[in-house]
């Protein structure tokens, strides 16, 4: 008997082992499901097999029926409230296309929508040789120049296209080169691809706050306590909003740093290790663009136009110094966000501030005001 028992554990911890390894390491949010749903289920076995074996042994087999019954009873009515939960709360947020991060419910089933080129960026498919008498602008940036929640055609570098096109002063192509996530040492790279890739006649970076991080800066950032599998968010309404509020209440009780507190502390000096590295980063882009001698501009964001806590803005004000010492035309889009800031109609949803088609409207506007004159010159 002895023997028998050890040989099962034996199993048992083998296969736990095994199902561990695959949910842990299988990092894609589909695949990461099956791994989940698979422990949940071996979990499950697991723990009736236990109850079973410890309640017969001490009261009978009579006791140990009853008892999985009543277990099994609790089970089915956690799992069928959960799923009315999850029914009910698709319905109330129906409208939602997109989330601050990327890895929910909503952007799942909205990145269905996102097309690619085989370029790898969320622009239509374009001729590497630009056709005769066509002005070329590449648009580089992270999430807010990509479009994240609105449809491509909303983008101001679509509607700077439009535009353009529409004033009779030749063929414009406007080409976007933006990612989500992307800082200014990635767009680096984005910067070398376009010039290859394109030949553009401009370069406007799209620059936001977070832009100044690199490597390490995301390395060592607080990290809060994460109970819900990225799995379930990514397939659960319910579970990314139960992520979503045990993120918050960590924040306002103060049990992981701040991410503006974090930020502060490694940028406010302008001497920093942090700080320098961002600035040669942005440095190195601007020449870069005068060595592939491409004209470039900037248009910058900030969170202040839904944040009114915002504690750093000082970065955006370095970039606009930097834009004067360097004679850059740089347009500061919190001119024209910050008289609706607040208004959730700047919002790509109502649970993502990424800027919406309202916002990317205006700023399309300033965009011409600022860059229009070099544009249309040719």
Not at 187 to 195: G, K
Not at 242 to 253: A, E, M, N, P, T
Request: with cysteine; net charge positive; hydrophobic share 45%.
């Amino acid at each position: 008997m002895k023997s028998k028992v050890q040989l099962a554990a034996t199993v048992l911890a083998f296969v736990s082992v095994i199902l561990f390894v695959f949910t842990f390491y299988d990092i894609t949010p589909p695949g990461r499901f099956f791994s989940v749903l698979a422990m949940v289920v071996y979990l499950l076995a697991l723990h009736y097999m236990a109850l079973w074996f410890l309640v017969s042994r001490r009261f009978g087999v009579q006791r140990a029926r009853v008892a999985v019954v009543n277990v099994s009873l609790s089970i089915v009515t956690v799992a069928v409230l959960s799923v009315g939960a999850e029914v009910f709360l698709r319905f109330m947020y129906r409208d939602v296309t997109t989330t601050a991060d990327n890895l929910s419910y909503f952007s799942k089933q909205w990145l269905k929508t996102v097309r690619y080129n085989h370029w790898g960026f969320r622009e239509k498919e374009f001729d590497p040789v630009r056709p005769p008498r066509t002005y070329r602008i590449a648009v580089i940036g992270d999430s807010l120049a990509y479009g994240q929640g609105i449809a491509e055609s909303e983008r101001f570098s679509n509607l700077v296209e439009k535009h353009l096109n529409e004033t009779g002063k030749g063929r414009y192509e406007v080409l976007n080169f933006a990612l989500p996530g992307a800082e200014t040492v990635d767009e680096l790279t984005f910067l070398s691809r376009a010039a290859a890739i394109a030949r553009p006649d401009f370069i406007l970076l799209q620059w936001y706050t977070n832009d100044v991080l690199g490597p390490d800066d995301k390395n060592q950032a607080p990290k809060p306590v994460t109970l819900i599998p990225a799995a379930l968010r990514w397939n659960s309404v319910l579970f990314y909003l139960v992520h979503r509020q045990f993120g918050s209440l960590q924040d306002r009780l103060g049990l992981v740093e701040s991410t503006g507190s974090y930020r502060v502390a490694r940028f406010e000096d302008p001497k920093s290790p942090s700080s320098l590295a961002a600035a040669d980063s942005m440095n190195l882009f601007i020449e870069l663009c005068g060595k592939f001698d491409i004209p470039v501009g900037l248009v910058l964001f900030s969170e202040s136009y839904f944040n009114p806590d915002f504690r750093l803005d000082f970065l955006l004000e370095r970039t606009l110094q930097l834009c004067q010492a360097r004679k850059l035309r740089c347009l500061d889009t919190r001119t024209i966000l910050l008289p609706h800031q607040g208004n959730i109609k700047l919002w790509a949803s109502r649970l993502d501030p990424h800027p919406s088609a309202f916002a990317n409207q205006l700023v399309t506007e300033r965009l011409m005001e600022t860059f229009g004159d070099v544009w249309l010159a040719r």
